[in-house]
C-alpha cells in the first residue's frame, strides 16, 4: 500500500505513468486488468480490496480480482441484483455504502458482506470514450467509512485514468483479435482451395463449380466447408493437413 507522500506528484500523475507502463508490458486484455487492481489497491492510502465488472451482452463478469474474497462479493451482487457495483454500471455514477452495517440502499448486498467480512465500499464507473457503461472498478474494505474525503477523491482520479487506458486496451485487444481471426480465414482458405483443386481434377470442372460441389456435401453433411475440405485432401493424399494456425508474415530480406 503506498500513500501519496506530501511534496510528491499526485496519485494521477502516478497512476497514469504507471497505467501506460502496465498498456505497453501486458500481451493480453485480462493480463493488464489484473495488473489494474493490483496497482489499484497499491496506490490507495487505506487496505482495500479491488476488482473489474465487464458488462458484455447483458451479462456480467469479474474479469480481474485483488482476491478470491471480492470475487465473492461482486457474485453475491450478480446474484441478487442489487448493490453499488450494479446501480454504478446502471447510473454511470459513483456509488458507496459507507458502513455495511445498517445500510438502507442496499440491504440484501450489505447483509451478504457483511458475512463475508467487508465493511464498505465504493464502486466507480469505468466508461471509455466512445463506449457505454463498459465495466466498473469495486474497492471493498474491512473497514467502515475507509472511502471518504480524499481516498475517494484519490480513487475517483485512478479511476478516470483507469476507463482510459482500459479504452486503449480494448481496442488493442480488438484489434489483435481481428488480425488473428483474418490470419486463420487465410489459412483456411489455402486448405479449401487445396480441396477445390483436387475436384477439378477428379470432376474437370471450373473452380466455381468445384466449389459449388463442396458447398452442397457441406451442407448434406452438416460439415463445415474446411472442415470438409480437410478430410476430402486426407483422402487423397493420405495424410491429414497441417493444424490450422495465423500465416507467418513473409520475412524481410
Avoid: W
Avoid at 52 to 62: C, D, K, M, S
Avoid at 150 to 175: N, P, T
Avoid at 206 to 224: C, D, G, Y
Amino acid at each position: 500500500m503506498t500513500a501519496v507522500e506530501p511534496g510528491l506528484p499526485g496519485i494521477g500523475e502516478q497512476a497514469l505513468a504507471q497505467l501506460q507502463s502496465l498498456l505497453l508490458g501486458s500481451d493480453r486484455l485480462e493480463e493488464f486488468l489484473q495488473e489494474l487492481v493490483v496497482l489499484a489497491a497499491d496506490l490507495l492510502p487505506v487496505r482495500v480490496h479491488c476488482s473489474i465488472t465487464l458488462a458484455a451482452r447483458g451479462r456480467l463478469r469479474t474479469a480481474a480480482a485483488s482476491d478470491e474474497l471480492v470475487r465473492r462479493a461482486d457474485q453475491e451482487q450478480y446474484d441478487r441484483g442489487e448493490g453499488p457495483c450494479l446501480e454504478a454500471l446502471r447510473t454511470g455514477e459513483i456509488h458507496a455504502v459507507g458502513d455495511m452495517r445498517g445500510s438502507v440502499r442496499f440491504p440484501v448486498f450489505a447483509e451478504r458482506a457483511l458475512l463475508i467480512g467487508l465493511r464498505s465500499s465504493l464502486a466507480l464507473p469505468l466508461t471509455p470514450p466512445g463506449r457505454c457503461g463498459t465495466g466498473v472498478m469495486n474497492l471493498y474494505a474491512d473497514e467502515p467509512d475507509s472511502f471518504s474525503g480524499s481516498v475517494r477523491d484519490q480513487a475517483a482520479v485512478f479511476a478516470g485514468h483507469a476507463a482510459g487506458a482500459l479504452g486503449v486496451a480494448h481496442k488493442i485487444a480488438e484489434q489483435t483479435r481481428f488480425s488473428e481471426d483474418l490470419q486463420t480465414a487465410l489459412a483456411s482458405r489455402t486448405r479449401i482451395d487445396q480441396a477445390i483443386g483436387i475436384l477439378m481434377a477428379q470432376r474437370r470442372c471450373t473452380a466455381p463449380r468445384a466449389f459449388e460441389i463442396l458447398a452442397r456435401a457441406s451442407q448434406n453433411r452438416n460439415k463445415k466447408v474446411r472442415d470438409l475440405a480437410a478430410l476430402l485432401i486426407t483422402e487423397v493424399s493420405g495424410a491429414p493437413p497441417a493444424p490450422l494456425t495465423p500465416l507467418e508474415p513473409p520475412e524481410r530480406l
